[in-house]
């Protein structure tokens, strides 16, 4: 149904109606990925015993297309798209699947003093196996949904808040203790001066609900926990071609049973971005922070690290991109063992266009985790080669 729906809309945009292709776009890719290591298993690790299968190397063929919507009404604006991803694996084809993605928002004015915006996204992907070991197929769905207002008081202040909720789902029976929901708050002021530069002052807090897990007394890992901040972040525009984003905050996790694994601590961010009028850009980042959402082994992580972007137009066809980072995680907040991991990630692509709507590109990935926990670590190389096309 869904791909009868995609089909009719591409053709629209093809055959062109002048209408149509004012607020209506689409883009197809194809790409096609070797992965050596697509479990993500440790070096002495036995495959064939922990997951039953020799086979973790894997040749991935994916065919998607997404269709995008921007459509501006008078003082309002709507936003949207629909995307699928086949994706097909030619030895675990247990692993067969269809991603998909569906964003719907929209943005405006509200009886001309108020500004604000509604979104809606809905996703549906094949988790990683990063931190499983096991070779079925366990489909990870994201919902999201927000909601902003803000009003300008005088030329150069904004006062602002947000809410937000998002559930993540596992189709997997053995995964789903790790589900879970969150609702968040933010209130903030933001300052910008006529040269560009930002500061932004806000507090947060957000409350996380581990929805298939119940806490018992005893146990080390609780079931709930709230997540409160208070951060100043700053936009600086050094020079024509430089900018510098940074953020300094403190944030609070608490737990309603297990004090003991409550935290407190500074959370910080800097980032230097270069923009040599589009022939060579780069950006470095560094970062502490705490992460209540995505870790699936405690009840959060501590994360800190950085990173370096580099993209150079070697000329106006062909393009050339590199990617370095490094991070740190300590597992806090619910569990027997202490676990610390080191992640390192590269990757090099070189991207050809020989048509203006059209890119070609070949990507090396290497990732490497070493752990303190026993078969934690992995090494990981995949080589893409993929394109894409774009219609407006």
């Known amino acids: 149904m869904i791909w009868a729906v995609m089909a009719l809309f591409l053709l629209l945009i093809v055959t062109d109606t002048a209408q149509a292709t004012e607020f209506l776009s689409a883009d197809l890719r194809v790409d096609r990925t070797y992965d050596n290591n697509l479990f993500r298993l440790a070096d002495n690790l036995d495959s064939q015993t922990v997951i039953g299968t020799n086979q973790t190397d894997d040749v991935i063929n994916n065919y998607g297309i997404q269709l995008n919507l921007d459509l501006p009404l008078s003082l309002q604006n709507l936003t949207g798209h629909a995307a699928v991803v086949a994706s097909r694996f030619e030895h675990n084809n247990q692993l067969d699947n269809n991603s998909l993605d569906l964003m719907l928002g929209w943005d405006g004015e509200i009886a001309g003093v108020w500004g604000g915006s509604v979104k809606w996204q809905r996703k549906r992907i094949l988790a990683d196996f990063s931190n499983f070991q096991g070779s079925q197929r366990s489909i990870l769905t994201h919902n ?59 507090a947060s807090s957000r409350s996380v609900d581990l929805v298939n897990l119940r806490w018992f007394p005893g146990a080390l890992q609780d079931d709930a926990l709230r997540e409160d901040g208070l951060r100043f972040n700053l936009k600086w525009k050094m020079a024509a071609n430089m900018t510098v984003d940074s953020g300094i905050g403190v944030e609070r996790v608490v737990n309603p049973h297990l004090s003991q694994n409550d935290y407190s601590g500074i959370s910080y961010d800097l980032a230097l971005a270069w923009n040599d009028d589009g022939r060579l850009n780069w950006q470095s980042e560094i970062w502490r922070n705490i992460d209540t959402v995505d870790s699936v082994y405690s009840n959060y992580v501590a994360r800190k690290g950085g990173r370096l972007n580099v993209q150079w137009s070697v000329r106006e066809t062909l393009m050339m991109k590199t990617k370095m980072s490094i991070e740190w995680l300590d597992y806090e907040g619910g569990n027997a063992l202490q676990r610390e991991d080191e992640i390192q990630d590269l990757s090099l692509s070189l991207v050809y266009k020989p048509l203006r709507n059209t890119d070609l590109s070949l990507t090396y990935t290497e990732s490497k985790r070493d752990s303190t926990i026993a078969f934690g670590g992995f090494r990981d190389h995949q080589v893409q080669l993929s394109a894409s096309i774009h219609w407006q």
């Open 144 to 202: 999201h949904g927000e909601i902003r207002l803000d009003r300008e008081i005088g030329r150069q202040w904004l006062v602002w808040g947000d809410w937000k909720r998002d559930s993540y789902s596992r189709s997997l029976i053995s995964q789903q203790q790790h589900d879970r929901r969150s609702v968040s708050l933010r209130l903030g002021v933001t300052g910008r001066s006529s040269a560009g530069s930002e500061l932004m002052i806000f």
